[in-house]
């Protein structure tokens, strides 16, 4: 023993040796010291599980040298008795941008669309890629950052720049702040960070969270083939393939932009550290799928002012219930498995960090995990754990001495060493001043003789009480270094102020006071007694917190699931008491495979899939055959919306270039949208999600079901075929954006045909080099192929892999798309929109194109002068296959009502008009073979009605899809209840908080953003027209 | 028989043509009446008399004299309904709302009530044809936008010019209300309801503005003539209304009380989203409400998926006078959806004659005009219309025959020619 703590001492001094070298001359006589210091008789935490009782923790320079219950201590240390007191090893932020001096942001140069970066140089395409940033550069101290952050027990941090979709290199510094800070960084480039935002980009793309995804993702593909193919220089291609060693943080500051970051490193290998943003507990068990690690913030919202009942029914049930779950989110994570870090990142006032992290332990969270998550964790998850987390020999010397373990509401910092430096932020051994005592003054005419006066409460700031006629009064007080000084008003007019010391052994302060009249007088305070009741500590975890449960999804009309083992589904079953045979007793059935519809019938659903229709079906009495009484009511296959932007999240438009074939709708659905419920309340059971119309070649589509509480990647319709949205006329040509958006090519129609013309005649050249290099070339290793997304999607398009929808209005466009596909040998399958169809019906037919169509849109611009109501009606009887479509969130609530117009405009009959939103819609986006018509073996996606369900009498009374019921009118009123007991519970919370004297803040109230065709993200929809 | 008994039809008039068919004493015999009252006639008589409702009465045992009508019109099986009113649009006042060049519903300026959209209504924009061939005969022309946006005039869709059309010139002010909360998108937080910092500000601005104008129009002789103090007399005395648009609870009720502060004679909730939530309060001071469209989506998610629906039928339990107008996206062009909106209502708890009503006689009382038109009664103007089905329905709503004060409307739009001439080139039925 004795021998091994000499070994590591002589490896010290040969490590300081070395070390202690300098390049930096000294104006005048170095100061440098080599002091050994021993804390002594601590409750030392070794590490997050390690706690060393009457330990002690010996550090010399800016290192442990030596740490244990008994250990000899060098001659001369200096020597801290810490009898009672607590060491940890200091905590590390991984996601901070401390002393960083942030580079001003590229200025737009004019007003009009910005194609091109704006930066200089050797560099790549678009701004928003700053791999060439290394933050080690840009790094100087900041004091009072450092003080802030030391003060609530942080020593080292990972900053880095928070600007762009590529951020650079962060640097792990420690917090020394009185060194050069050349003795400070620890690890240079410690991580990569990314994100999905642009940040100060002022460049154009990407302008939507599916551009950003994008970006990355083709940077990614970029960098790979840079790494073989130096056929041009590119910094930032450069740069970003050597990041590639680093631990690459992701700040995805939100449950859904976790996953779909998680999916790109999937694609691209690569275990992202995601940033999260406090919500991760709304969908755990998908987070917990990524076994990836977590940095978390700890900004618990604040208390909402809920006090006018009108006001406070704009406040969200989502919100409501994130305030009062926020907390738990690090439980949540806990129970759960996921590896994670803290950091004091997001919090505007930094003293809330331990705060909040005891409010998180009150709410169920181990306080052996929370220290994990502030020590061993955050140095693991960058590497730096043989260097920081713990207190080794060998480590660095960052530690901070506590009154009291650290997570007890009172316990405070008193001494904090970053590196061997120390800050000292209250005595060590502060003199206990509490206790009663009598205040005298000398003798003068307008104070009397003597007042009781206390201090009370915490050791460390003991509150102050001055006793005037029985009156209490509060005091203001400051104590420090044995010095005090206190004022109070005697009465309305008369401020006594005073200053005095204190004589620790006799229990007593004494000093001059000043009256308002400008004389001065003696005092003296004297101890009496022990203070008699000292506040008492509230014992941890006996709060009663009556938490909800989370909702799925965590907005009204989720569902209060509690999922802690077994899948989602499961549980969401159980919760709907769903069953797999269903029985739908004595409907009207529309069948869609004949031209009448079937009266008293019964439908049988086994599995989600139509066993049998006919009359009086009997099945085996089993208890698990939900049967349901469809007398009088009609049951039609679920409503397909072909053309639909709800559920998605940040932006429907890529349209900064003519062509956004690159990006992917699927990668941003929104599964909390509410839009999803309500549309199931108007029967619609699968959407095709697009892109909007402001490119000639907009983004990939993805079709979904409307799987409500499922996740993004489980409302996918599975295995369906790829789309494309395209456009046409207006949009495109931007000629509704106002006089500056005269810049980007197209502007014409006559330029939207050679933009398709040269995107296909490029994609043909890459996909025949693609298929070459594949052939010839796959073996070898060194080389590599540029993959180049945008035009692998419209090489889909030419292979006959990927489908086109296109926004289109006007007869000329029309027949010129028809004829440029032609030309390339492939077929539009949709035109959307397509107000004019009915003027070029024949030539669509000819061509086998599908038509989706509004039912009696028209008026809002120039190019749907023409539109009639008998569209869909002209291009039916005219045998193009065609749909009635929303666009709209609220009009997709009533689509059979849009396609009850073809009746009343062009005499469709009822089964063709109903056949416009359900099997129609199915046969254009190719999933005729599973929904659409009412048949044996085919999916149950099934809309009961109320009555004819093409009247405007009409409501939908349950709507199933895969089987499962999914709106239920009379569960729906149930709903209602349930969220109107849960607003009121947990408002109820929040009244309490604010009678409490608790800080209450204003509801954020955040809306839903509806999206068209032609909104554009960060743009007012009233600025750009619309559709 | 000399005298015409035309079956039915739709195409009589589109051969003739409106112009040339000047018939004066027309009797429609057969027809299910409804009177938009919130009553029915099964099998009804109903005369015309040059431009007014001269007979409206049940068939059963009548014995009817042809020979007193120049016309007589077997209308069996089919519905009469009075002519529909389209209150608080910006019809006919534009015609594409993308093109600058045709928007005439908003004026720059913040307090408008000088402006008058009865002469920017143009009697031959585009889309005022393919309303009326749904059943819809009238329209409120209202101004956009601005603190006071200006007053509105109820227009019959027929006429040579806008003097022909007019049934009731400057009939309203209207006030855009300042609201507590406004929409905010900032990058942030997203869209967001954001308080109104200035509300108190704007109400003062408001209050003093109608204290000015009071002011003013209660002197006798002024050395300068102000011509907005001048457009609001006609608020103050009583002539005309004082539409108040304003969707919010607490928004509404702070209108209340500028209404009976500034004894607001005649006032008028239009939007009225949340007017359900008071509705005892309107009803105590007797205000009625525009109600915007129910095929609109609730403000918030945790609204019940339906509430805009049943707000018609919410209103009408608690005897709100409303009627349902199109405020929004797209409205013009929307007009001709009127009787459906009212349809919809029907599936959430109004009946279907409340529903009749909303659109017609309720519209006539809000605006003032119920002596005029409204409902099928004697002694109002002949205006009505005849659809083989019930209007308020999508698929059965075909308007065959309609009248404006006596005259026949020409049911024919551009719409209805692009269909016969796309159809004859194709050959399908």
Known sequence: MHNKILLFFLCQIFIIKSFSQTTFPSNGAPFKSHTIFAFINANIYADFETLIKNGVLIIKDDKVIAIGEKQEIPKNAIIFDLKGKYIYPSFIDIFCDYGLIIPKSEKKISFGPQIESNTKGAYGWNQAIK???????????????????????????????????????????????????????????????????????????????????????????????????????????????????????????????????????????????????????????????????????????????????????????????????????PASLEKNGIQFCFTTAELKDKNNFLKNIRKSIKYGLSEKTALKALTFNPAFFINANKQLGALKPNYFANFFISSKPIFEDDAYIIQHWVAGESSFYSELNAPDIRGNYTLKFEKNTLLQKSYQFNFY??????????????????????????????????????????????????????????????????????????????????????????????????????????????????????????????????????????????????????????????????????????????????????????????????????????????????????????????????????????????????????????????????????????????????????????????????????????????????????????????????????????????????????????????????????????????????????????????????????????????????????????AIPYNAAILTKMGVNTAINSDDAEMARRLNQEAAKSIKYGNLSETEALKLITLNPAKMLHIDDKVGTIEPGKVADLVLWTSHPLSVYAKV???????????????????????????????????????????VIKAKNKLQRLYHCNTIEGIAEEETGQR | MKKHIIGILLFNFSIIGVAQIKYNHIAFINGIAHIGNGSIIESSLIVINKDLIETVTSTKGLKLNYKSFDTVIDIQGKHVYPGLINTNNILGLHDAEAIRATRDYSEIGNINPHIRSLIAYNTDNLIVPTVKTNGILYTQATPREGLISGSSSIMALEGWNWEDAVLKADDGIHLNYPKMNYKKWSEEDGLTNSSNKKYTEELNYLSRFFEDAKFYCNETLHTEKNIRFEAMRNVFNGQSNLYIHLDKAKDILSAINFINQHKIKYP????????????????????????????????????????????????????????????????????????????????????????????????????????????????????????????????TNQVEMAFISGKPVDLKNKQTELYIKYKTKYGIK
């Open chain 1, 131 to 329: 791999s060439n940033v290394e933050a080690y550069k840009l790094f100087s101290h900041n004091n009072e950052q450092a003080e802030e952050l030391k003060k609530n027990g942080v020593g080292a941090v990972l900053s880095s720049s928070k600007d762009g979709i590529v951020r650079g290199s962060g640097v792990l510094v420690n917090l020394n702040t009185q060194s050069k800070e050349n003795n400070s960084i620890v690890i240079d480039k410690a991580a990569g960070f990314y994100s999905f935002s642009k940040g100060s980009s002022s460049q154009d793309y990407p302008s939507s969270l599916t551009g950003g995804i994008a970006l990355l993702r083709q940077t990614c593909y970029d960098a790979i083939w840079y790494n073989k193919n130096k056929s041009e220089y590119n910094i930032s291609l450069d740069e970003f393939n050597k990041l590639q060693s680093l631990p690459s943080i992701f700040e995805a500051n939100d449950k859904f932009n976790s996953l779909r970051a998680a999916k790109i490193g999937e694609e691209f290998n690569i275990k992202y550290i995601l940033k999260g943003c406090g919500n991760e507990y709304q969908r755990i068990n998908d987070l917990q799928n990524t076994k990836l690690n977590f940095i978390i913030p700890v900004n618990f919202p604040e208390a909402i002012d809920a006090e006018d009942p009108f006001d406070s029914e704009s406040i969200s049930l989502t919100e409501l219930k994130h305030w009062e779950l926020a907390p738990s989110n």
């Open chain 1, 457 to 866: 409460g915490d050791l460390a700031k003991p509150s102050a009480q001055l006793i005037i006629d029985t009156t209490k009064k509060n005091i203001q007080y400051s104590f420090k270094n044995n010095l005090i000084s206190f004022n109070f008003y005697l009465d309305s007019i008369n401020i006594i102020r005073a200053s005095g010391y204190y004589n620790a052994n006799q229990k007593r302060f004494d000093g001059r006071a000043q009256i308002a009249t400008g004389n001065w007088f003696d005092f003296e305070l004297l101890f009496n007694s022990s203070a008699d009741s000292i506040k008492k500590q509230q014992p941890l975890k006996t709060i009663d917190l009556n938490l909800g449960k989370v909702f799925y999804p965590f907005t009204a009309y989720g569902e209060p699931l509690n999922i802690i083992n077994g899948t989602f589904k499961d549980e969401w079953n159980k919760f709907k008491n769903n069953s797999s045979t269903i029985l739908i007793k004595n409907a009207t059935v529309w069948t869609n495979t004949s031209d009448s519809v079937l009266k008293e019938h019964d439908v049988y659903v086994v599995d989600g899939k139509i066993v049998r229709i006919a009359p009086n079906i009997d099945v085996p009495k089993t208890t698990s055959v939900k049967i349901i009484d469809a007398k009088g009511k009609h049951l039609t296959p679920g409503i397909i919306d072909e053309h639909s932007h709800i559920a998605l999240t940040s932006g429907v438009n890529e349209g900064a270039k003519a062509s956004s074939a690159e990006v992917r709708m699927g990668d941003v659905i929104n599964p909390d949208d509410i839009n999803i419920y309500r549309q199931l309340s108007g029967g619609v059971t699968c959407a095709q999600l697009l892109h909007g119309s402001a490119n000639p070649i907009g983004g990939q589509s993805v079709l979904i079901k409307l799987r409500w509480g499922h996740n993004a990647e489980s409302m996918k319709y599975d295995k369906a075929d790829g789309f494309i949205k395209f456009a046409l006329g207006e949009n495109v040509k931007q000629s509704n954006w106002g006089d500056f958006n005269t810049i980007r090519f197209p502007q014409t129609r006559m330029g939207v045909e050679q933009v398709y013309f040269d995107y296909f005649s490029r994609a043909k050249e890459y996909d025949k080099q693609y298929q070459t290099f594949l052939k010839e070339n796959q073996k070898n290793k060194n080389l590599v192929f540029r993959r180049y997304i945008e035009l692998e999607a419209l090489a889909e398009i030419l292979n006959k892999k990927r489908f086109i929808t296109c926004h289109s209005y006007v007869q000329s466009e029309i027949n010129m798309l028809i004829h440029l596909a032609d030309s390339f040998g492939f077929k539009i399958n949709t035109f959307t929109h397509i107000l004019e169809g009915f003027k070029v019906a024949d030539k669509m037919k000819a061509h086998g194109v599908n038509a989706s169509t509004f039912s009696d849109w028209w008026a809002y611009k120039n190019e749907v002068m023409d």
């Open chain 1, 957 to 999: 009374d349950k709507t199933m899809i895969d089987g499962q019921i999914y709106f239920d009118r009379t569960e729906d009123e149930k709903l209602r209840e349930a969220i109107k007991i849960e607003r009121s519970r947990i408002i109820s919370k929040l009244i309490d908080e604010k009678q409490n004297g608790n800080k």
């Open chain 2, 268 to 395: 008028v909730i239009v939007g009225g989203k949340e007017s359900y939530k008071i509705s005892k309060e309107l009803k105590k001071n007797s205000i009625p409400v525009m109600l915007n469209r129910i095929n609109d989506l609730p403000d918030y998610a945790d609204e019940d998926v339906d509430i805009v629906y049943r707000l018609p039928y919410l209103l009408q339990k608690d005897s709100v006078l409303f009627c349902l107008q199109l405020e929004g996206d797209m409205e013009a062009m929307q007009s001709r959806n009127l009787p459906f909106n009212a349809g919809a209502a029907v599936a959430y708890g109004l009946s279907k004659e409340d529903a009749l009503a909303s659109i017609s006689l309720n519209a006539a009382k809000i605006l003032r005009i119920e002596s005029l038109i409204g409902s099928l009664e004697v002694g109002k103007k002949a205006s009505l219309v005849i659809s083989s089905g019930d209007i308020l329905d999508i698929k």
